[in-house]
């Protein structure tokens, strides 16, 4: 199978076993009631991490809705892959390869251990759903074929309304 590469991914491939899971902490007067919900406020890449001791494999569906990388800062989060959590974050894992970093290996970047985390928190026979436009789909379906492999995509939905969105179906195994 082709291998999608960009500058640094080696230093990126094994991130997700690398990297410090955050601190949970419960704030009750937040709580709805229920014990079956969490948010979660924070950094999502050591928050996904934080979750699989109690919940690897267990996850039935997941949904994300990942930056679309377009640049654009004006929406309720940055959207752009130069922001500055983002290259803080790249600088450090990247070092001296962070300079050769076009927006797009940096979404890449960003992406990777994410996926790889979100698969180990699937179940066997759990299904993720990604939301993303024109602009990265095609890099996007690329990392979900290596991290999920190729014969596990399902379908991808597209959507117009102001703009096409892709939504891609991955299932975690065949």
């Not at 789909?137 to 990392?143: A, K, T, V």
Request: aromatic share 12%.
């Amino acid at each position: 199978m082709p291998e999608l590469k960009w500058p640094g991914k080696w230093k990126i491939v094994d991130y997700d076993e690398r990297i410090s899971p955050a601190v949970l902490e419960e704030k009750p007067e937040l709580s709805c009631g229920t014990d079956d919900n969490m948010i979660i406020y924070g950094d999502n890449l050591r928050a996904l991490k934080a979750l699989l001791p109690d919940y690897a494999g267990k996850i039935k569906c997941v949904y994300i809705d990942p930056p679309y990388n377009i640049g654009k800062g004006n929406r309720i989060y940055n959207d752009n892959a130069n922001s500055y959590a983002s290259n803080t974050w790249l600088k450090n894992v990247m070092g001296e390869d962070f300079n050769k970093l076009s927006n797009n290996d940096k979404w890449l970047s960003m992406m990777y251990p994410r996926l790889k985390l979100l698969k180990k928190l699937l179940k066997h026979d759990g299904v993720i759903f990604v939301s993303i436009d024109d602009n990265e789909h095609h890099h996007l379906r690329c990392i979900m074929d290596e991290v999920f492999g190729k014969e596990n995509h399902v379908i991808d939905f597209v959507w117009k309304y102001n703009q096409a969105i892709n939504f891609g179906g991955y299932k975690t195994f065949k």
